[in-house]
Nanobody, 133 residues
Framework: QGPLVESGGGAAQAGGSLKISCAAS????????VGWFRQSPGNEREAVAL???????WYADSVKDRFTISQDNAKDNTYLQMNSLKPEDTATYYC???????????????????????????WGQGTQVTISS
């Protein structure tokens, strides 16, 4: 088991809400760039929400105004609150962290250059989210 562990996934109906968590076991999120990503069968892993060490946040257009990324004060946990869920939100959700990226723009440039998987050193095992219509 790696230093990042997701939990809280499950099934919900369209329009419902779920909150997933990423716990940093022996690994502090402080001064780390953290992101939530998702991957559905046949699709590439995509960034959903990003938060840098300064607290700046970015959301993918597909989840903007529906999802909220947050961290606890100790920065041991990162959360993704998902509201107004849609069937197309069905995917395995992963959290990831890396200390190389200080800003969201730097992380996005890295993802464009190196790809999502190569741009983050630590990944969780994933948690399944299934939304029915």
């Amino acid at each position: 088991q790696g230093p990042l562990v997701e939990s809280g996934g499950g099934a919900a109906q369209a329009g419902g809400s779920l909150k997933i968590s990423c716990a940093a076991s022996g690994y502090a999120f402080a001064r780390r760039f953290v992101g939530w990503f998702r991957q559905s069968p046949g699709n590439e892993r995509e960034a959903v929400a990003l938060i840098d060490s300064y607290g700046s946040i970015w959301y993918a257009d597909s989840v903007k105004d529906r999802f909220t990324i947050s961290q606890d004060n100790a920065k041991d946990n990162t959360y993704l609150q998902m509201n107004s869920l849609k069937p197309e939100d069905t995917a395995t959700y992963y959290c990831a962290a890396d200390k190389r990226w200080g800003t969201i723009s730097a992380a996005k440039e890295a993802m464009r250059t190196y790809g999502v998987l190569s741009s983050f050193t630590f990944w969780g095992q994933g948690t399944q989210v299934t939304i029915s219509s």
